[in-house]
């Protein structure tokens, strides 16, 4: 889910990774008492313990950057990989998964269903081509980009 503090710090950190890293997602939470910026980071080979250690100093001084200041209050800064369940958000994370197994939740229903989990057979103009299984029946269904609420990449069992 969106908030405007996650808007401001996927702009403000826009384009400023280094090469080969690349800015997945930011999310706020709550942990306990604790308020928790999670700056999601990936690269094409994976991410190590030293990578977060060193992004982390890159990231921690960007953020002190940001005026106004957009925290409500004091918070812990996490960077960490996305996971095996890599958020998708934007047309060129679909495109890059033409071909995983993914878990959508819309905002509207089509076919019926508010939430699909399948296969990206296609993307074209904010257009999502997904393949899935309805009961023992192959189907396919095309979901705009716009109606998408939440999607990530997801294991297959």
């Known amino acids: 889910m969106s908030t405007p503090i996650t808007e ?4 403000h950190l826009g384009g400023k990774l280094p090469e080969p890293f ?18 999601l980071i990936d690269k094409p080979d994976g991410i190590t313990l030293q990578d977060t250690a060193d992004l982390s100093e890159i990231i921690s001084p960007e ?4 005026s106004p200041d957009p925290f409500p209050e004091d918070y812990l800064l996490e960077v960490a990989s996305p996971g095996a369940e890599r ?15 993914i ?11 508010k939430e699909f989990v399948g296969d990206i057979v296609g993307f074209n103009a904010d257009i999502l ?4 299984l309805d009961k023992t029946r192959q189907k396919k269904v095309d979901i705009e980009l716009s109606n998408i609420a939440k999607a990530r990449t997801q294991v297959k069992l």
């Open 87 to 101: 958020p998708l958000k934007k047309a060129a994370d679909f495109i890059k998964h033409i071909g995983d197994y």
């Open 103 to 113: 878990f959508v939740k819309l905002y509207q229903k089509v076919a019926g269903e």
């Open 22 to 39: 690349e800015l997945v997602d930011v999310e706020w939470s709550k942990m306990g008492a604790d308020h928790v910026l999670s700056v």
């Open 129 to 132: 081509t997904l393949t899935y």
């Open 63 to 66: 953020l002190d950057k940001i």
């Open 8 to 11: 401001i710090v996927l702009e």
